[in-house]
């Protein structure tokens, strides 16, 4: 009965073992699962259009070359994360309508405009540094098709991570002009950064239940901490500085204290004011009723090719 089927379901997590696609599992589960991944795949998948903006203005043949490998990452664990998401039951174009229609969110991050080359270095060193953060735990997580997908993800994200420092790097040693638009790429980029990580754990709706269940392994304020202990010693590397009054090392904490973040501004971007909120959106719905003749055609040609090998 339902009874056993919970305890199973519970002992599995208690043990800290996998919840399988067959396996039971509680609808409450299934569908955090299906928002948290959904929200993930599409932040990978609108998250492409900030960084695309750089690809034909990029500086040289290789930095290009390296851009394009990177979008091209992205669209892929968008993919990855879509199917995890199926095995809960969802189908693709399902969840592509909940995008469309607003009904499902995607990351606060990308409805930042990318205004400089340098945006480019700023998102894969702080934007992607955030994500490896939250994601890394991931790989923990209870569900077993959404952990495996965040292995190989990660390991991609630190090659984001290490291209974006590069960017940076060269541009904070590069002319007084280069150094200037690395620093300001920096300022515009290092609040909504931390932002990335969710609202404050006490006003944080899903934290408590998805830490029960072996979702999440640390908390949105946990998380965020680590980001920024990990972060100022590198900035200090980059010879640039984080646009925060209050940053100090804490020796009783052995933590970085920071400052207050402006949560207003947080609720407005994912309410959907955001700078860039509408364009993204827009952008995306194009692409998608652009490329119908593709999916018609795959099908019409899977259908075909099926009937023959049947026959
Ligand atoms: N951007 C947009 N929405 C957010 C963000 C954010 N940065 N942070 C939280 N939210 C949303 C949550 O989805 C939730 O929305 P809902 O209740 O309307 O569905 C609401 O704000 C409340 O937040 P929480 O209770 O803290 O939600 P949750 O437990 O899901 O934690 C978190 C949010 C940490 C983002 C979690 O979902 C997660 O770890 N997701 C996987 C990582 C991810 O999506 N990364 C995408 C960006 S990284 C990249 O793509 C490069």
Redesign the pocket.
């Known amino acids: 009965g339902l009874d056993e089927l919970t305890a199973r379901f519970e002992a599995t997590i208690a043990a800290n073992e996998r919840i399988e696609p067959r396996d039971w599992m509680p609808d409450g589960y299934r569908q955090?699962l299906i928002?948290?991944?959904a929200?993930?795949?599409?932040?990978?998948i609108i998250?492409m259009q900030p960084e695309a903006n750089w690809i034909t203005r990029a500086p040289s043949l290789l930095r290009k070359a390296i851009l394009l490998a990177k979008v091209q990452d992205?669209a892929g664990?968008g993919l990855y994360l879509y199917a995890a998401a199926e095995t809960l039951g969802v189908s693709r174009a399902e969840l592509f309508e909940l995008l469309h229609s607003r009904k499902?969110?995607?990351?606060?991050?990308?409805n930042y405009p990318t205004l400089t080359w340098a945006d480019v270095g700023a998102i894969g060193w702080l934007?992607?540094g955030?994500?490896i953060t939250?994601?890394v735990p991931?790989c923990r997580c209870s569900y077993g098709p959404y952990a495996r997908a965040m292995i190989r993800i990660c390991k991609e994200?630190s090659f984001?991570q290490r291209q974006g420092f590069d960017i940076l790097y060269r541009l904070s040693h590069g002319t007084p002009a280069q150094h200037e638009m690395a620093q300001d790429a920096v300022n515009r980029w290092w609040w909504p950064s931390l932002?990335?990580?969710?609202?404050p754990?006490d006003?944080?709706?899903?934290?408590a239940?998805?830490m029960a269940w072996g979702?999440?392994r640390f908390t949105?304020d946990e998380?965020r901490q680590k980001f920024v202990d990990m972060i100022v010693p590198q900035a200090a590397v980059l010879g640039l500085t984080l646009p925060d009054p209050q940053l100090r090392w804490n020796p009783e904490r052995g933590h970085y204290d920071f400052g207050p973040i402006d949560w207003s501004e947080?609720y407005r971007?994912?309410g959907g004011g955001g700078p860039c909120n509408e364009q993204r959106l827009r952008h995306r719905i194009e692409a998608y009723t652009a490329g119908a003749w593709v999916r018609e055609a795959a099908a019409a040609y899977a259908a075909k090719h099926g009937q023959r090998t049947a026959a």
Request: proline content about 4%; glycine content about 4%.
């Open positions: 955090t928002r948290q991944i929200q993930h795949a599409h932040s990978e998250g992205e664990h499902q969110k995607y990351s606060s991050i990308f934007v992607d955030a994500a939250n994601q991931l994200e984001h932002m990335m990580f969710g609202p754990d006003q944080s709706p899903h934290t239940q998805s979702i999440k949105n998380l947080f971007v994912i």
